[in-house]
């Protein structure tokens, strides 16, 4: 058996929580491999609406087995919020919900760094949902963290120690903070999370393909914000790209499986950071409100723009994408006229390549294509298509070199259409 992957190739928020609600069904096990609670990804159905932090997004088929991996980092306090939230709705996470020993624990004075460092930036700051992520990935490369597996042992111990060199950081930036404050429900988030198997993920998801088992692994964030392959420094402090499936989860690299890509038929964008294709007028407003763009982990209204197949062509070679799957076509329902990024100009150069860095004055180059002038969030089959959505799928498919599996028409599991 192989991992199948599935992950974003934009700037966030492409709608994986409900891609892999959908494909759930097909595979036995779902396991995040990278990320936090910096994620938000959000699933509809029965006329109910859950947005997942930390938990991976096949929770709601009680057969699956659900993993959070080794790559993830995990703050108690929102955790048990997390937990008590899904379990007012009646979901029993206990018994399906595993959790890595290794996955680092994000304590309650990362949070406070994170929030003392974006401030300390002003007008450079990148953006970061102060979810401590950053400091916790700092800690975990500087040999310095602390993980779930400690909670079994001497996490007292490790906790003061860690939590006094923070505050020691702490005192070079002129930051207020009440750690009382910070601290509050931490106790109870750790005990939660050892209610949950622990496990040693590595031995357990190597043991389920060796039984036959099929995993999926849910990707956070998207690959434009990879540490190492993102617009840098505007990115997350994790890999998000296919590989970081390998490191975030113990998994060889020859057991990867199919790579499912999704993007939208736009782009967005949270946070500060190199945008090449956005727009600034009344269709990025209309684009930001009839697609609900707004952040569902922090509520920030996200910046939009056109397709861009630079970026995406990038995303596409780093991540070594096997399938499409293009989600929000029915936000662009109502134009006339689409456009789409197929190169950049830098200075009286063309290229097609995505630069090292996106330097001010790069400018899109677009083709534009007809828009389909009709509602989309009633179609259940790809028949039902109208011929302009098959031309924008056909042109992306030519430009991208791959088939577009799946196309969504609206935030409904009900809403996904696989084409044949």
Excluded at 217 to 241: H, K, R
Excluded at 272 to 288: C, M, N, W
Excluded at 365 to 372: A, D
Aim: charged share 25%; net charge negative.
């Amino acid at each position: 058996m192989k991992v199948d992957v599935l992950l974003g190739l934009q700037w966030g928020d492409e709608g994986k929580g409900k891609v892999v609600d959908v494909l759930t069904p097909k595979y036995n096990v779902i396991t995040r491999f990278q990320g936090g609670p910096n994620a938000g990804h959000t699933l509809e159905f029965d006329n109910k609406k859950f947005v997942l932090h930390n938990i991976p997004s096949g929770i709601f088929h009680a057969d699956k087995i659900n993993v959070i991996g080794n790559g993830v980092v995990i703050d108690p306090i929102t955790f048990k919020k997390e937990i008590d939230n899904l379990s007012t709705k009646g979901t029993d996470l206990t018994k399906n919900l595993f959790i890595s020993k290794k996955a680092h624990l994000i304590l309650p004075t990362h949070r406070i760094l994170d929030a003392a460092s974006e401030a300390s930036k002003g007008a450079t700051r990148i953006g970061s949902t102060l979810k401590g992520i950053g400091p916790t990935y700092m800690d975990k490369t500087g040999r310095n963290g602390v993980r779930v597996g400690d909670l079994l042992q001497d996490f007292d111990k490790k906790y003061a120690a860690l939590k006094a060199k923070h505050l020691r950081m702490l005192s070079l930036y002129d930051f207020e903070y009440n750690i009382e404050e910070y601290e509050a429900g931490l106790a109870e988030g750790i005990e939660t999370i050892k209610r949950f198997k622990l496990i040693d993920s590595e031995h357990e998801l190597n043991n389920y393909l060796k039984g036959g088992k099929s995993i999926l692994a849910e990707g956070a964030q998207g690959t434009m914000l990879d540490i190492d392959f993102g617009s840098y420094p505007f990115v997350t402090s994790s890999n998000t790209v296919c590989a970081g499936a390998c490191t975030g989860m113990g998994i060889a690299p020859n057991k990867i499986g199919e790579v499912f890509g999704i993007f939208k038929a736009y782009c967005t964008r949270v946070g500060s950071g190199p945008f090449p294709t956005e727009l600034f007028d009344e269709v990025g407003d209309k684009l930001r409100k009839d697609g609900n763009e707004f952040g569902s982990t922090t509520g920030r209204p996200r910046r939009c723009g056109w397709l861009d197949l630079v970026a995406l062509k990038y995303s596409i070679m780093i991540n070594g994408v096997t399938q499409l799957i293009m989600m929000k076509g029915d936000v662009l329902s109502d134009l006339d006229t689409i456009k789409v990024a197929t190169a950049y100009k830098i200075g009286d150069e063309l290229t097609e390549k995505f630069p090292y860095d996106l330097p001010e004055g790069l400018e899109a180059v677009y083709t534009e294509l007809p828009g389909w002038k009709c509602d989309l969030t009633g179609v259940r089959s790809e028949d039902e298509f109208p011929e302009e959505l098959n031309f924008y799928i056909e042109f992306l498919e030519r430009e991208l070199g791959l088939p577009i599996t799946i196309v969504s028409v609206g935030p409904d599991r009900q809403q996904t259409i696989v084409r044949g």
